[in-house]
């Protein structure tokens, strides 16, 4: 029978500890990713959006978000601030006013409930409506 000195269970107890801490530890290094966008990524739309509304993978500090949509000459459409989701801690809305026909980028800015900042941008249009 194989006998195991003090120090060699102290040692297999810590090592086993620090594995299960990595283990744990692995959610908590993922920060929020953009998951689903309203209107969407490279949509081509036939009328103005009311809104930009945007869904994340985790949960989001919504008072600390920052959405702004730029016309194609990259000056500000939108003036106001966007506004957390009731019951939604994924997710922002943006109210937007009338677009006209062209192409727009929605830049984010946001904070995972983690304090990882996470900012980036994606496009979309409005189709001109020929009669």
């Given amino acids: ?6 120090k060699q269970i102290v040692s ?3 090592l086993l500890f620090l594995i299960v801490l990595l283990i744990q530890a692995n959610p908590v ?13 490279k949509a081509a739309l036939s009328a103005s959006p009311k809104f930009v509304q945007l869904w994340f993978n985790e949960k989001i500090e919504g008072s600390y978000a920052s959405v702004t949509v730029l016309d194609s000459e990259k000056k500000p459409v ?3 601030s ?6 939604d801690l994924k997710s922002v809305v943006l109210n937007l006013p009338e677009l006209e026909p062209g192409s727009y980028k929605v830049q984010y800015r946001v904070m995972s409930v983690d304090g990882h900042v996470i900012e ?6 409005i189709k001109s409506i020929t009669q």
């Fill in 29 to 41: 290094l993922a920060h929020a990713k953009l998951v689903k966008s309203d209107p969407s990524r």
């Fill in 120 to 125: 980036s941008s994606y496009e979309f249009s």
């Fill in 12 to 14: 297999a107890s810590i």
């Fill in 1 to 6: 029978m194989t006998t195991f000195t003090i």
């Fill in 78 to 80: 939108t003036q106001n």
């Fill in 82 to 87: 966007p506004e957390p989701v009731a019951g």
